[in-house]
């Protein structure tokens, strides 16, 4: 049914994180509700526990066959029942279709975050000669190497990332996990080092043609100096010598700093991911 609906949408259904827990099946960490129509599977809702107390994360996603408003409501509310039943005191629902938006609203959600795609083609004549590609004076680009920097790229992604949602608060399951999946390659996840410590990465993942900007994060300690700059650079340039056509990556829309220096290296928005918040009583 996933596939189904990606094909219609041309897009994933349900985010990274919950369809990796999904299929691991840790009742702990995702709990799925499905409708059935006739015994055929029509619709799934994800939920998933926050890092943040008493909030959870929801998706959902209903058969291209089967959609009508009632059926999407019918999730949210089921949704929220759960979430209610396990003693939830939030939800954020995030939505891959812009046709979700009013049932979501009316559904008793309040729109909160906007999470942009943003693409262009390649090749783009990626240098990493070029002066803002060269990483800050002292510092030195090695590719990621298992067993030694997981603890340093920890570090560094839990400090970059403190406040956010998603990319906050990894833990070493987490990495490990990412690190297990077919695409990963330790020479795709780069690592600026300022002698013994992590400056910052740019991990890179690559699928069907497409390569993404996956996580880039510089270090506090290192901001300031055109390091990310240089890393996403870097990373390009790892795509168009691999022969992707296509590089995209995802930022919320209110990262101004970020969005600036996307849209200078010739980025464009191409979708926009919403996310709606419930709070439950």
């Not at 759960?82 to 939505?95: K, Q």
């Not at 390649?122 to 510092?139: C, K, V, W, Y």
């Not at 695409?183 to 069907?208: H, I, N, Q, T, Y």
């Not at 795509?239 to 829309?253: P, T």
Request: with cysteine; net charge negative.
């Amino acid at each position: 049914m996933l596939a189904r609906v990606e094909a219609a949408d041309g897009h994933q259904p349900i985010g990274e994180h919950k369809y990796l827990m999904l299929f691991q099946g840790d009742p702990k960490r995702v709990v799925g509700l499905i409708a059935e129509s006739d015994s055929k599977l029509v619709g799934y809702v994800a939920l998933t526990p926050s890092a943040q107390a008493g909030w959870w994360g929801m998706e959902l996603t209903v058969d291209p066959d089967h959609r009508s408003s009632d059926t999407f409501l019918t999730l949210f509310e089921a949704g929220v029942t759960e979430v209610t039943r396990r003693g939830g005191s939030a939800l954020r629902a995030w939505l891959y279709q812009p046709r979700l938006n009013e049932i979501a609203l009316k559904a008793g959600f309040h729109a909160e975050r906007e999470l942009l795609k943003l693409e262009r083609q390649l090749p783009g004549g990626f240098d990493t000669d070029r002066s803002d590609a060269r990483l800050p004076e002292g510092m030195r680009l090695a590719p990621f190497e298992s067993d030694r920097d997981e603890p340093a790229w920890l570090e560094v992604n839990n400090a970059a990332f403190a406040d956010h949602p998603e990319n906050g608060r990894w833990t070493m399951e987490t990495l490990e996990n990412r690190m297990g999946q077919t695409w990963f390659r330790p020479d795709e996840l780069l690592m600026a080092w300022d002698g013994s410590d992590l400056a910052g990465f740019c991990w890179c993942k690559r699928v069907g043609g497409k390569g993404e900007i996956y996580i880039v994060a510089v270090a506090p300690r290192a901001q300031g100096l055109g390091l990310g700059r240089a890393l996403v650079l870097q990373g390009l340039a790892v795509m168009e010598r691999k022969g992707d056509r296509v590089a995209f990556l995802y930022v919320d829309s209110d990262n101004h700093r970020a969005l600036g220096l996307y849209r200078s290296l010739g980025f464009y928005a191409d979708h926009v991911d919403r996310a709606f918040v419930r709070l439950l009583e």
